[in-house]
C-alpha cells in the first residue's frame, strides 16, 4: 500500500486498521517516531487486547500533520497545542450546527402551532370575531369591546 491509497480519505473513516509499521510507511516516518508521538499524545492510535497499536486513515492523516508542522519549525508544545485548539474549533462548530438544528426545529415546531402569528382579532359591532392585518386598527363604535388573544408558547 503507498502513501497515496489513503489519501482523501473520508473524515469519519476512524476504523483501526494498520499496524504500526504500516502507518509509520503511509506517513513516510520511523514506527519510533510513531510511538514518540503515542506518548506525547499527539495521535493516539486504538489498541488491540495484547496492548498493540492499531492506526486509522485519520490517525495516518494526523501523523502527517505532525510531520508537516514539525518540518516548517514548529515544536512538538506546539504542534500539540495547536492540535488541542483544532479540536476543540471542531467541537464548536459540531456544537453550532448541533444549536442551529434545534433552532430550527423550534422555529418549525412554533410556526405549526401558530401559522400566522401575524393575525390580530378584534369583536366587530355585532359581536363577531373578526380577523384583523397586524397593525390594521378595528372601526370605533361605541360600546365596542377590543379582545387581545394572544397563544400560550
Known amino acids: 500500500m503507498s502513501a497515496d491509497d489513503v489519501r482523501g480519505v473520508s473524515p469519519h473513516d476512524d476504523d483501526p ?28 492510535p ?15 492523516e494526523q501523523l502527517r500533520e505532525v510531520q508537516r508542522l514539525s ?11 495547536i492540535m488541542e485548539l483544532e479540536n476543540h474549533v471542531s ?11 434545534e433552532l430550527q426545529q423550534a422555529r418549525d415546531a412554533a410556526q405549526y402551532r401558530r401559522p400566522d402569528a401575524s ?5 366587530a359591532p355585532t359581536g363577531d370575531v373578526v380577523a384583523l392585518r397586524a397593525g390594521q386598527r ?7 369591546a377590543l379582545v387581545v388573544w394572544r397563544p400560550h408558547p
Request: glycine share 10%.
Open 17 to 44: 486498521v494498520f499496524v504500526i509499521s504500516a502507518a509509520a510507511t503511509l506517513a513516510g516516518m520511523h514506527a519510533q517516531t510513531l510511538r514518540q508521538y503515542d506518548r506525547l499524545g499527539l495521535v493516539t
Open 46 to 60: 486504538s489498541r488491540t487486547r495484547g496492548g498493540g497499536r492499531r492506526y486509522s486513515a485519520r490517525d495516518v
Open 71 to 81: 518540518q516548517e519549525g514548529v515544536s512538538l508544545a506546539g504542534i500539540q497545542r
Open 91 to 101: 467541537a464548536l462548530r459540531a456544537k453550532v450546527l448541533e444549536l442551529a438544528d
Open 119 to 123: 393575525r390580530v382579532f378584534a369583536v
Open 138 to 144: 378595528p372601526r370605533v363604535t361605541r360600546n365596542q
